[in-house]
Structure formats: C-alpha cells, structure tokens
DNA sequence: TGTGGCTATCTTGCATACAAGACAGAAAGC
DNA sequence: GCTTTCTGTCTTGTATGCAAGATAGCCACA
C-alpha cells in the first residue's frame, strides 16, 4: 500500500499512492506533481495520471495553477480554520451517534494507542504523525459508515498538510494524551463525553497551529530553485 | 444555472449541471450518462467529459460500468441507510456547533420555509422536491464552512437519488413542518433542540422509505429497453 | 418454435499528437 | 550594472485515434 509502482496498476493507485503519502508526511503541501513524472513513475500516459488528479482535485488534497502545474495544496490560514472546525462537526456528530463500542473496536483502538505509544518511545516522528490522524480515521472505521470514512480520511490528509505548514512543533505526548482519555469515555460508553473531549482535543491541536506565519515561507523558494523540500525524504522519488 | 449549453462552457459546468439535474429531480437514478452524448450536448470533446465523471464518480454521484457506459448512481438499501446515518451525524454537528442566528441567516431561512409554502401550494413537485433538500444545504451555508456544504450538498443529491428509488409518496407536509420546527428552534438560540429535530426529521425521512423494494423494479427495463424514464422530462434533453 | 452462436455496432479505456501558455535564461540596449 | 525583451523549453489543455470489450440483433439449426 505504500511503495510506489506495483506490477498491477490499478485504477486508483495513483490516487492512493498519494493520499497514502500526505497520510504518513512523506508529501509536503506545495509539492509539484508533474503529470509527465507521475506518468514515468506510474509507468501509465498522462491521461490516466489527469484523470487521477481530477479525482484529488474535488477531494480538496491537489489543485491546478493553469499551465504550470499539479500542486498538493497549501492551505490558507482561512482553510485551517475552516478544515479543524469541519472536523469538529463530523466527528463529534460522530461519536454522539455512537451507542456501543464492541469488544473488536475496543481492541483496535488499544492497539492503535500501543502503537502511538511505540512510535513516541522510538522517536519515530513521521509515523507519529500518520498515526495521530489515523486514529480519528479509526474511530470512523468503526461506525462501519463509509461515507464518514471516506470525509475523515480527506479531512484528516488537509489536516496533515495544515499541521506541516504551521505547527512549529508538534506535542505529540499532548496528542497521545487527548486521544486516551477519549477512548477512555468511549469505554465507559460515555459517547456525549467522548465528543466533547473530541471537540477539545481538536480546539487544543488547532491551538497549537501558528496561523500568522505565511503558508509558505520558503518552501516556495524551494519549489522555485527546484530544490527537494526540507525533510528526509525527497516527495516522490522511487 | 440550470440550462445545459451555455456559450462559455467552463471547467466544471458539466459537473454542476449534472448535480444540479439530481438536485432537481431532473435526472432519475440509473441514468444512462454516455460520454458521447455529453459532449455533443456541451460542444466539447469526450476527454473533458470524462473528467467530469470521474470527479462526479470520486464524489458518490455517478458510476461506471466498465466498457458500458457512466451511470447516476442508484444506491442500494445499505448506501440508502448510510446516507441518512452520515446525515445525521454532519447535520446534528454542524447545529450543535452553531452558537448564533444572524439576522441575514433567519431572513434567508424563513424565505426559504415561504418558497416551500409556495411550491406546495402550486403542487410544483420537483420544485418541491429541490427545496426540501435545499434547505439542509442553506443551514449548511449559514455556518460559513464551505466544506460542510459541499459535503452536505453531495449527500443531498444522494438523498433524492434515494426517495426517487425507495419514496413511495412523498409527505411534503410533514417534511416542511419538520423545517419549520428545526428553524423554530434555531431562532431561540437552542441549537441542540435544532440538532435533535433534524435528526428526528431524518429519522422520519428515512422511515417513510421502502427500502425492502428492489432499487431497480423496472427502471432497469427501461433502460435495457433505451426508454426515457417514466417521468415528465427527459433525463438530459436539450 | 426455441436456442445457440456469430457479427456488426456501440461503448469506454488509454495513449498520443498538437496547441497554447508560462517561465527561465540569455542577449541586447541603456 | 540594471532593466527589458526575446526566445527556447517545459508545462498543461484538449482533441482525436485506435483497441478492447459488451451488447443486440440476426441467422442457422435442431
């Protein structure tokens, strides 16, 4: 699911390849997403690589500046604002609208909080990141409503993107902390309290954002000199 | 808005016009969606057509059926109940996050209830059938949060995709009272009570269903058999 | 009369070709 | 040295062509 060119090029692999990797932080918001690499990359033609970034394009993760290229998005401040408070919305409806939490969904989010756990412990600061948005995606998973599923999954990719622009650092431990208690609510079946800690473990996170500092500082003067963005990985070398 | 081939054919028109058709009841579930008569229809070339589709498929409104043809979606019992749950979950948050009613929103709001009056009166059904939705989407414009709105848009059009299929007769009266209610309630300030209506009005929405009816009964026929749908207008004829 | 298979036609899937615009870098002028 | 302009290159925008598959209708045949 994460490595690049499988042998079976599927329909939406282009797609998931790339939602995939804003998920875990390998994607930077401002990246270029030439069609003519992601082509080579694919092994497809540009066609299917168009088709892919439509799809991306009204789910809000890439947008096109005319004749000059695919971008993933760099959201505005305002945009922020905006995604956390829909995020609000969808999830404490969410876990309003919950009545039991099964013994199966108890387990997943233990092991999903063991995990948070070990990645914290070993340091590991991309796969904290993946982790602490795929357990709001988790919660999701375990309503069974895919169409929730799907929202979250979106909103929690421009959430990344967002954090990646203007958090100056990230209190993971704070995190870890908010998304514990809130399973802890949820096991006690408490849904009304699992929203409201829900709500304000994302008022906390959105909080802890800079929303003065401009959404590109110099990562647009990476993009114009062509440089790789400024983290371990380059976007989407294979 | 509403007619097909405007002289300038933007970017996403044939998306809107699309959309706007289900929102309308103008496009029956089922709907065949032939790329070729899509781009006779707007004067432009099948590619771009198919970029419509696939952002209108990436969206839940339209599917493909490989080397058949595009088709308007017609949800099945499951989607149906799914739609109604994301529904609910969005639309109960969305009130519930409201701390105010301006005076703008209560203006927009009433004259809204009036146009449903109104349709009711001149028994314009599809009208009709457009403004239920509407309203839930105005509510959604209130908050200011386009992705709420989009989001909510989307399953609207779902939602009518839903009655036209499992809706034996449709309770307009009822429906608008429910609005009248949640807006009642909105203009207090109580917004919880607002939230709790509207999932209730969802609830009743969705009990009026049959949902154990097949989907396709005999739409299916009609579309083997190249017949227009058994409503008054033709699905997209000009 | 009913049934099986064949073919003609129509559909989408996908690649490619070409056009138009944006940008970078060089060259020219001041 | 600085600015301006021009041109080559690279990007997406859009149309078109061809191939593969699905369907319908016809024909042969039992």
Known sequence: MQDSHTSETTQKSIEATIVSGI?????????????????ALFGVSRT??????????SRGI???????GWFV???SAEDAIAVYEARRIVEAGLLRSMRTLTEEGSKALDAHLTEERNAMAAGDRQRLTYLMGDFH????????????????????????????????EFHAA?????????????????FVRAAELSVEHLDDVEMGLDLTARPDPLSDLCNSLSLPPRTASPPLSP
């Open 174 to 190: 704070q995190s870890h902390e908010g998304h514990c208690r809130i399973f802890e609510a949820m096991q006690a079946g408490d």
């Open 137 to 168: 995606i988790r919660i999701a998973e375990l309503s069974g409503n895919a169409i929730i599923v799907d929202i979250l999954r979106d909103l929690t990719a421009r959430t990344i993107l967002i954090s990646m622009l203007y958090q100056s």
């Open 48 to 57: 299917r690589v168009r088709e892919a970034m439509m799809r991306l394009e």
């Open 73 to 75: 998005v760099e959201p």
């Open 23 to 39: 998920l875990s932080a390998k994607i930077r918001p401002g990246t270029r997403l030439g069609e003519n690499q992601l082509a």
């Open 62 to 68: 890439v947008h096109v500046s005319p004749r000059r």
